[in-house]
């Protein structure tokens, strides 16, 4: 059976992410994996007295699973796992898909362009640029959100 792996950044726009990704493996028949990743923050302190994490990474792991179950509850009827990890979006993404048994990935992009787009980078288009595998990408819809 072929797995959809539907990656998403836990934003509002995730739903539409995650309903279009459910949707696309019912039409396959096939097994969902929702996915995050849990980016890990810097540390800030003084350098001499060495690194302060402000940080609760099993609490935000702990979140994202919960956010997550909220999510796979609207969809009863789908066969649907969750894999929340941590680290760098992109890599993690990446590692995932390619390393498992994805078929398609499924992500959103969120339409930032010029100076913003150029700052924040596009973790999507990163993804869409290295993926061995299809890529389905839901546009951001202002209307919608």
């Not at 796992?81 to 959103?108: C, F, Q, W, Y």
């Not at 999507?124 to 959100?145: D, G, S």
Request: aromatic share 4%; charged share 20%.
């Amino acid at each position: 059976m072929s797995e959809i792996m539907i990656a998403v950044d836990l934003s509002p726009f995730s739903e539409s992410v995650i309903s279009t990704g459910v949707e696309l493996a019912g039409q396959m028949n096939a097994v969902v994996t929702l996915f995050t990743v849990v980016e890990i923050g810097m540390g800030l302190g003084l350098p001499e007295a060495g690194p302060v994490f402000t940080d609760d990474i099993p609490a935000r792991v702990r979140e994202a699973e919960e956010m997550l179950q909220t999510y796979k509850r609207k969809y009863p009827d789908a066969s649907i796992g969750i894999t929340v990890t941590t680290g760098n979006p992109k890599n993690e993404t990446l590692d995932r898909a390619h390393n498992g048994s994805t078929s398609i990935l499924v992500v959103g992009t969120h339409g930032r362009t010029g100076l913003n787009h150029m700052l924040v980078g596009s973790t999507a288009e990163y993804i869409i640029r290295h993926a061995r595998i299809p890529v389905l990408v839901v546009p951001y819809n202002k209307e919608a959100h």
